[in-house]
């Protein structure tokens, strides 16, 4: 099973997928929010790239685990792109996942302008392995 997450933002979103296998998560790239909504070409070769049999989206929490002030538009955004895709869409917390990504991307010498285009992939690979490692211990009980 290939999961496809997107980190939805205003401006980007930032794209992950998993490995045939569902264990392995990995950056993609980010692509301008109003291409992934539109269809564009570029959107639709990611998904044929990696023809993904479900879309896993980070949803905004608080620190307190309550849905933050952009959960609303994500999960519409989200729904509108599982649409557009055929595709279920499942959400998994993305709290911090930003911070983690840029702290990843900053042990690896990166600048805060270098950062700034791949941030949200990386973001979207941490989250989506959470998702993939919760499924797998889930199946595990």
């Known amino acids: 099973m290939v999961a496809?997450?997107?980190d939805?933002?205003?401006t980007r979103i930032g794209i992950a997928a998993s490995d045939g296998s569902g264990r392995l998560a990995m950056p993609v790239k980010v692509l301008p929010a109003a291409e992934v909504v539109g269809m564009s070409r570029s959107f639709r070769?990611?998904?044929e790239d990696h023809e993904p049999d479900v879309l896993v989206c980070g949803l905004p929490k608080t620190l307190a685990g309550e849905d933050g002030p952009q959960a609303e538009r994500v999960r519409a955004v989200a729904h509108e792109v599982a649409g557009?895709?055929?595709?279920?869409v499942e959400f998994v917390d993305e709290?911090?996942?930003?911070?983690?990504?840029k702290r990843?991307?900053?042990?690896?010498?990166?600048?805060e302008r270098q950062m700034r285009g791949r941030v949200d992939m990386v973001a979207a690979s941490l989250f989506l392995q959470a998702w993939?490692?919760?499924r797998r211990e889930s199946k595990k009980a």
Not at 84 to 88: A, E, S, T
């Open 95 to 101: 709290r911090l996942s930003s911070q983690e990504a």
């Open 45 to 47: 070769y990611v998904l």
């Open 4 to 6: 496809l997450a997107l």
């Open 8 to 10: 939805i933002g205003e």
């Open 132 to 134: 993939l490692d919760a």
């Open 84 to 88: 557009n895709c055929g595709l279920p």
């Open 104 to 111: 990843i991307l900053r042990e690896q010498g990166l600048s």
